[in-house]
């Protein structure tokens, strides 16, 4: 079986979207399994800079099936943008696919997002307003609107005007208001529709038939393991769950056919938005990685806090995702500094321990044990030529540094990115489809 997933294993932002353009050129099929326009996947083809969002990465290479699975929330207007921006570029949409499964956020999920948020005062999550959470929400409540809704009028008839009843009043009681009609709503859904229609399809039998045919299918995950609904920093979390086991609910496949999770894990860590983050750096070494690192967001473009790179949350991401193996990203960006920090432990309440709490309280008072590592000279703007070098032409401590998370983790590093583009990358497993 050929199948390989990326995610992500920190607060999202890791780089995924390079580390998933360079395996898809060899897959046949690539699938989003999870999030929807929150998520921000930039990917630099030559001199061609693209900002992904809602569209597989797969789409940008030429022949690739292109799935947007069940799990994925789907804003239409965005899914059309990015669209437009592909076939602009000269790329061909053929190999798109949409599963009808998916839900739609509509206009009134923004709304409730936005309004949620303000009523949360300052104890707001930090979401991205794009509607995220409460499209989430009314597919658990049973009051979504699917892709395959989009192509059925007496469906769309019949269930809008009890949806939207709701989510007048509920706008309405939390100081805000919808102006859309039954009408309104129907039509901008079927106009959807007549664009979106011919992509739509039970995804989920494309992405089991190309498994059983022995084609590469990559999945690739949105956001991170500590922004999972279930296992992340609760309630600063985003609406899905970002493990590898989503892939199954997700994508529509057995939990058997996944073989290979590769962790997408930046050098240091980041996280954009509110919630508990151990190592965060609030000093002015914080502020030079987040600029030396671009740490901004693609989504939002908000600043991202930054700090030292922490194994807690690594080992979590282990334990829960189901990572067999690592991508280090960023490496260079650590580059000329004279140490480093790497969080082992965190000490709470007079106890050491290696596993990250679930309690806000408890996360507030733990303290994060470092171990210093020695950093490595900075080669400037030769990324290229030190990634042509291969991995034995590092410079040892930064060898040492990805032996060390190797160790702890019990997890091998598989590929080492040092740079945005793909000739900034060493590649240290060469067959990922064995
Ligand atoms: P939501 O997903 O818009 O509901 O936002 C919930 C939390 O997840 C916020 O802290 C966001 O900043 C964060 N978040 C959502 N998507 C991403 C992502 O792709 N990268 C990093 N953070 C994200």
């Known amino acids: 079986m050929k199948t390989l997933a990326i995610i992500g294993a920190q607060w999202g932002d890791e780089g995924k979207g390079k580390i998933t353009d360079y395996l898809a050129r060899d897959a046949d099929t690539i699938v989003r399994f999870q999030g929807g326009n929150n998520a921000g996947h930039t990917i630099q083809i030559g001199d061609e800079v693209f900002k992904l969002h809602l569209l597989p990465s797969g789409i940008l290479r030429e022949g690739k099936t292109a799935i947007i699975g069940n799990g994925v929330v789907i804003d239409a207007e965005g899914l059309m943008e990015e669209m437009r921006i592909v076939e ?17 956020i509509l206009n009134y999920h923004r709304k409730l997002d936005g309004a949620e948020e303000r009523h949360r005062g300052d104890k707001s999550v930090g979401t991205t307003k794009r509607g995220i959470g409460p499209c989430y929400q009314d597919k658990i409540a049973r009051s979504g609107f699917r892709a395959c809704d989009l192509l059925e009028e007496d469906t769309l008839r019949e269930k809008a005007p009890a949806v939207l009843r709701m989510k007048k009043e509920l706008l309405e009681l939390m100081g805000d208001s919808c102006e859309c009609t039954d009408d309104m709503l129907i039509e901008r859904l079927l106009g ?3 664009t979106l229609g011919k992509y739509i399809c039970d995804s989920s039998v494309l992405v089991n038939e190309s498994i059983d045919k022995g084609e590469k299918v990559l999945f690739e995950g ?6 999972d609904i279930d296992h992340g920093t609760y309630p600063f979390v985003t609406s899905s769950n970002t493990i590898g086991g989503a892939i199954c609910t997700g994508a529509g496949v057995g939990p058997n056919r996944v073989s290979t999770v590769l962790g997408c894990l930046k050098a240091y860590t980041t996280r954009v938005g509110e919630g508990p983050m151990p190592t965060e750096l609030c000093n ?14 693609t989504t939002t473009g908000r600043g991202r806090r930054c700090g030292w790179l922490d194994l807690v ?18 490496l260079d960006v650590l580059n000329g500094m004279e140490t480093l920090n790497v969080c082992t432990h965190y000490e709470v309440d007079g106890e050491r321990i ?39 032409g590092l410079p040892k401590e930064l060898k040492d540094y990805v032996s060390f998370i190797e160790k702890e983790t019990g997890r091998p590093d598989d590929m080492i990115s040092i740079g945005k583009r793909r000739s900034e990358t060493i590649d240290r497993r060469g067959d990922w489809w064995a």
């Open 192 to 194: 959807w529709g007549d």
């Open 354 to 392: 290696d596993y990250f709490p679930a309690s806000l309280s408890k996360l507030s008072r733990l303290e994060p044990v470092y171990v210093e590592l020695s950093g490595w000279e900075d080669w400037g703007d030769c990324s290229e030529d030190v990634a042509a070098n291969g991995y034995d």
């Open 284 to 297: 002015d070494l914080g502020k030079y990685i987040m600029k030396k690192g671009g740490e901004f967001g």
């Open 88 to 104: 602009e570029s000269g790329r061909s949409l053929d190999g798109l696919r949409i599963s009808d499964r998916a839900h739609i």
């Open 222 to 227: 949105a956001q991170g393991i500590m922004l």
């Open 313 to 330: 949350i690594a080992k979590h991401a282990v334990r829960i995702g189901g990572i067999t193996s690592w991508a280090i990203t960023k």
